[in-house]
């Protein structure tokens, strides 16, 4: 399963969600927002 964490990481384990501008993919959580960052927005 993921999870959207309180500093917006989309995660699993150790690993997050990463998006660098191009394709989406999978890196170690950093903490640092920027490319691991997003925002749930239910509407």
């Given at each position: 399963y993921w999870m959207l964490s309180k500093t917006g990481e989309i995660r699993r384990d150790?690993?997050?969600l990463d998006y660098s501008?191009?394709?989406v993919i999978?890196?170690?959580?950093?903490?640092?927002?920027?490319n691991q960052q997003w925002i749930?927005?239910?509407q």
């Amino acid at each position: 399963y993921w999870m959207l964490s309180k500093t917006g990481e989309i995660r699993r384990d150790e690993s997050c969600l990463d998006y660098s501008g191009t394709d989406v993919i999978l890196y170690p959580c950093h903490g640092s927002k920027g490319n691991q960052q997003w925002i749930y927005n239910p509407q």
